[in-house]
């Protein structure tokens, strides 16, 4: 069961963070089809416009010094690892480890018995089902992704900001990509206890076009320690064992 649900909330968020249609997909010979993609598309296709919509809201000076902040958290990071614990809608949890390097490269390694993982190259963004021996790749551009992991973020240009709240100990915001590309949601929490200090991302919840979240958990935060750059490739459809 475990793998089902960890299976399908990354799904639902590769619906999310890609606009809809596959790139390609790598099979194994034993034919198995991917769940992403199908009628996706033509949904989207026949949604409606997203500016006739909840509307941006407005930002203030201070509200803009805040985000501000959050674009030179992105912009100072370069090199994170930590502990992750994914819920979907239906909360089931399933946890692992994350990996990025930015600009453009990230990797999601769940915790077995899941054989999943979620692999961005600096291209493209990956979905790695080593269970039902499946790729799906999508351009990395077409993603929200994109925002956080160009070399040069600043969510005030690239994103339409529709939530922003500050409290005494964080800030949350609400994203969608400017470009409209990418239907749904991005919500960023980030730990901000101190008046000028620097802040930290604790979490994210993305809601896909029906309004189901999955909800992100970082903890055991490491920054600035490099890994090799071979954990951003995508695999081969040999399917080798990362885990060992």
Not at 24 to 30: E, L, V
Not at 153 to 168: N, T
Request: with cysteine; proline share 4%.
């Amino acid at each position: 069961m475990t793998r089902t649900f960890a299976t399908s909330a990354a799904l639902a968020i590769a619906l999310v963070l890609c606009n809809g249609q596959a790139y390609a997909q790598d099979k194994s010979d034993s034919g198995s089809s991917s769940a992403v993609g199908g009628n996706w598309s033509a949904e989207v296709d026949a949604a409606d416009d997203p500016n006739d919509g909840p509307a941006e809201v407005e930002l203030d000076a201070a509200s803009l010094k805040s985000i501000k902040r959050v674009n030179a958290y992105f912009n100072d990071l370069i090199h994170l690892q930590g502990k992750f614990t994914q819920t979907d809608a239906n909360r089931n949890e399933t946890t692992g480890r994350f990996y990025v390097h930015r600009p453009g490269r990230l990797r999601f390694e769940y915790a077995k018995p899941s054989l999943l993982r979620i692999v961005a190259d600096g291209q493209y963004l990956s979905i790695e089902d080593h269970d039902l021996k499946t790729v799906d790749k999508y351009p990395l551009e077409s993603t929200p992704f994109r925002m956080l992991l160009t070399e040069d973020v600043d969510l005030v240009r690239d994103a339409r900001i529709m939530g922003y709240v500050r409290e005494p100990d964080s800030i949350v915001l609400t994203l969608q990509d400017r470009s409209n590309d990418s239907p749904g949601q991005i919500k960023l929490f980030f730990n901000a206890t101190k008046k000028g200090a620097k802040i930290e991302l604790k979490e994210w919840i993305i809601t896909d076009p029906q309004g189901l979240d999955t909800r992100i958990q970082v903890a055991d935060l490491v920054k600035g320690k490099e890994v090799s750059s071979k954990l951003f490739d995508t695999s081969t459809v040999q399917f080798p064992d990362f885990n060992n």
